[in-house]
């Protein structure tokens, strides 16, 4: 009987918590917990289920695959993320598979890095692949 109430209050305090965490991004249907929105999408026509979120939610929302995906819907509330707040979407998810994958070099290449790491890699690639050639007409010459 004592190891039932445990449990219970334990499942209890784990679905309050869920919920906390889930009311730090946008507003979006309600997820179950340890699950997210997964079964309250058509399995058929996901960007049905999208579209119908998106004009409820008014362009932005928030589904749990059970990880958090926030979708921007409408062009100006894009706009607004991604032009005028630009610096506060800046940088990469970290992906955990992915670090354990290439965990023998973390933060490095221009695919898993972020920050300044990034743009010194991206400029040096950049400058590495002009050199052999890349944005000259070089077949136009030989013709």
């Known amino acids: 009987m004592l190891a039932v109430f445990i449990l ?3 499942l209890i305090y784990a679905i309050v918590r869920y919920y906390r965490w889930v ?3 946008p507003k979006g249907p309600l997820p ?3 699950v997210g929105n997964f079964f309250q999408l058509d399995f058929k026509a996901w960007h049905k289920s999208f579209t119908i ?3 409820q939610q008014n362009g932005m929302y928030t589904l749990f695959m059970p990880m958090p995906f926030v979708q921007l819907t409408d062009f100006q509330i ?3 993320a991604f032009v005028d707040e630009g610096d506060a979407f ?3 998810p970290d992906n955990k598979s ?3 994958i290439f965990s023998y070099a973390p933060n490095t290449g221009v695919s898993f890095t972020n920050g300044d790491n990034w743009r010194e890699q991206r400029r040096v690639a950049i400058s590495i ?3 052999f050639g890349m944005g000259k007409n070089l077949m136009e010459e030989q013709v």
């Open 23 to 25: 009311a730090r991004y």
């Open 78 to 80: 894009i706009k607004e």
């Open 98 to 100: 992915m670090q354990e």
């Open 53 to 55: 979120i998106g004009k």
């Open 32 to 34: 179950l917990p340890f």
């Open 90 to 92: 800046v940088g990469r």
């Open 129 to 131: 692949l002009r050199d």
């Open 8 to 10: 219970v209050i334990l």
